[in-house]
């Protein structure tokens, strides 16, 4: 067994003290006697002598008390180096307890290894807690902002006919129904994260032309596309692979919305690649690009980059999220970055075997 951390403290603090107190008690026993011996050899016991004589036992209570008080301040200075990281963490505990989510403990001496672990493990835990609590908070907020401007419109509209201000032929219905229709998406896909994070969200797993259901996602945003000037390019691989093929739509629908809200009219390629052991999907735009800081950023949810296009172009923040969480729960990731052209790519990709159809559980992030 290797002496390590916190068991190595201890064998060299206890081999310390026994090797000074033997020390200690030798060499103050030599002078000792040989002080007494010039002093009065009878003050000590001769060879045929069955006790000690008065000052034997007075050295021997000497030696008793000089090896108690070594005792006890070699423990008080070990218990107070192991002690005190531990004290710090009972007291940041508490802290925490009472919704004091930024303390954090102090390790001290570090060279005690596991306690300096315990300390480590509290402080990410209260870091964790911290940020959690940070990002439910901002969740709730963005949350609420996203309901506000739809239900506000949808409210006032109905409060006006109810109030007679409004008769139902003046109503545009279908831009209350796309207020609806927004609603419906906002729902669906909090409903897809929050899944998705408490580990159950289902994928449906079944072999599926993948080309086939790109190109019949791509057809439906075709109009969308057509109007914010973008020219969709296909180059899809064919072939038949084990997928959620509904979620993988969705993907496909929430980049190409993605880039009709944000990149600059221009050429849009959407590209599908097998090989056997792994799908990648790409969607490569002209710009304008994504900022190299923002890039690993842009798939948590409610992040925004151009703060003047999002005002323009909307959007709940959700939608690269939602693909990020579909990507994980396919065992792959989501990534992005900026093309040699300027513009951006974004990239998912996944394992994707061929296999029987099957219902499983996405794995807890």
């Not at 004589?53 to 218990?79: D, H, N, P, Q, T």
């Not at 919704?99 to 300096?116: I, K, M, N, Q, V």
Request: aromatic share 6%.
């Amino acid at each position: 067994m290797r002496l390590t951390g916190l068991f190595r403290q201890i064998g060299l603090s206890m081999s310390a003290m026994i090797i000074f107190a033997i020390l200690a008690i030798w060499t103050g026993s030599w002078i000792f006697f040989a002080v007494i011996y010039d002093i009065d050899p009878n003050l000590v016991s001769q060879p045929d002598d069955t006790y000690p004589k008065l000052a034997e036992w007075l050295w021997i209570l000497f030696m008793l008390v000089f090896g108690l008080v070594l005792a006890v301040c070699f423990s008080i200075r070990l218990a107070r180096r192991i002690l005190e990281p531990i004290n710090s963490v009972m007291d940041n505990v508490r802290r925490v307890a009472h919704g004091d989510l930024a303390a954090r403990a102090t390790a001290g001496d570090r060279s005690l290894g596991e306690t300096a672990m315990l300390v480590d493990d509290f402080n990410s835990m209260a870091e964790r807690l911290q940020r959690t609590a940070s990002e439910s908070r901002t969740w709730n907020a963005a949350i609420a902002h996203e309901l506000r401007t739809p239900v506000t419109i949808l409210r006032g509209t109905l409060q006006g006919v109810v109030d007679g201000v409004f008769q139902p032929e003046e109503i545009e219905f279908p831009a209350l129904l796309s207020q609806v229709e927004n609603l419906g998406r906002l729902i669906e896909d909090l409903r897809t994260l929050s899944l998705l994070d408490s580990g159950q969200l289902q994928l449906r797993l079944a072999d599926a032309d993948l080309a086939t259901e790109v190109r019949q996602a791509a057809s439906l945003m075709a109009p969308t596309l057509a109007a914010a000037g973008l020219q969709l390019q296909l180059a899809l691989d064919g072939g038949s692979v084990l997928c959620d093929a509904a979620r993988l739509r969705q993907v496909v629908i929430a980049l190409l919305d993605n880039a009709c809200r944000y990149a600059d009219p221009g050429p849009l390629t959407l590209s599908l690649q097998l090989d056997g052991r792994q799908c990648l999907l790409q969607l490569e735009d002209a710009g304008p690009g994504i900022d190299a800081a923002l890039a690993p950023l842009v798939f948590d949810a409610f992040r925004r980059g151009d703060t003047a296009r999002v005002q323009a172009h909307g959007g709940s923040g959700l939608g690269l999220a939602v693909v990020a969480a579909i990507a994980r729960a396919h065992g792959g990731s989501a990534s992005c970055r900026r093309s040699g052209a300027g513009g951006s790519i974004f990239c998912i990709a996944w394992p994707a075997p061929k296999g029987a159809a099957a219902e499983i559980l996405a794995p807890s992030t």
